[in-house]
C-alpha cells in the first residue's frame, strides 16, 4: 500500500474516532437528545471529513517530496476513512437506546483505536502496548473532557 494512502487511513480513522466520540459524548451529555447525536455525527462525517481531507492536502503540498498523485491519494483516503469511520457510530444510535448505544459506540472507538495501533506499531517494529497505552490515553482524555463540558453546559445553558 502507498505511504500515501497509509497516512490518509492513519489521520481519517484516528480523527474519526477521536473527534466522532467526542461529539457523541458531549452532545449526549449536554442534550441527552437522539437527534442531536444523529445530527453530530453526520455533521462530523461530512463536514469534517472534507475539513481533515483539505488540511491533509494541503499539508502534503507543503511537502517537495509529494508528487500530484500521492497527494490526492492521501487527501481521498483521508475524507474515505473518515467519512466510513464516523458513520460507522451512527448505528448503534440508530438501533438502540441512546444510553445503550453510547456505550457500544465507546466500545467500537476504542476497539478500533486499539486494533489500529497494534498495527501501526508492529509495522514499525515497536512496542504495541506503548503505542497503544499512549493513544488511548488521548482518546480517553478526550472522552472524559467532552463529557464534562457537556455536563457543564447542560447546567449553564
Do not use: C
Request: glycine content about 8%; charged content about 10%.
Amino acid at each position: 500500500m502507498e505511504s500515501s494512502i497509509k497516512t490518509g487511513i492513519a489521520f481519517g480513522m484516528t480523527s474519526g474516532v477521536i473527534t466522532t466520540l467526542g461529539v457523541i459524548i458531549g452532545l449526549s451529555a449536554a442534550t441527552n437528545l437522539r437527534l442531536a447525536v444523529i445530527g453530530g455525527i453526520l455533521t462530523i462525517a461530512i463536514s469534517d471529513a472534507f475539513s481533515d481531507a483539505l488540511g491533509i492536502h494541503i499539508s502534503q503540498e507543503s511537502s517537495k517530496r509529494n508528487n500530484h498523485k500521492q497527494i490526492w491519494e492521501a487527501t481521498i483516503s483521508t475524507f474515505l476513512a473518515k467519512l466510513i469511520v464516523a458513520l460507522t457510530f451512527l448505528l448503534p444510535i440508530l438501533f438502540f437506546p441512546l444510553e445503550v448505544a453510547i456505550k457500544i459506540n465507546l466500545a467500537w472507538g476504542l476497539i478500533l483505536i486499539v486494533i489500529f495501533n497494534y498495527y501501526l506499531a508492529k509495522s514499525r517494529n515497536e512496542s504495541p502496548s506503548k503505542t497503544i497505552a499512549e493513544h488511548l490515553g488521548v482518546a480517553i482524555l478526550v472522552i472524559i473532557i467532552t463529557y464534562y463540558v457537556g455536563k457543564l453546559i447542560s447546567i449553564y445553558f
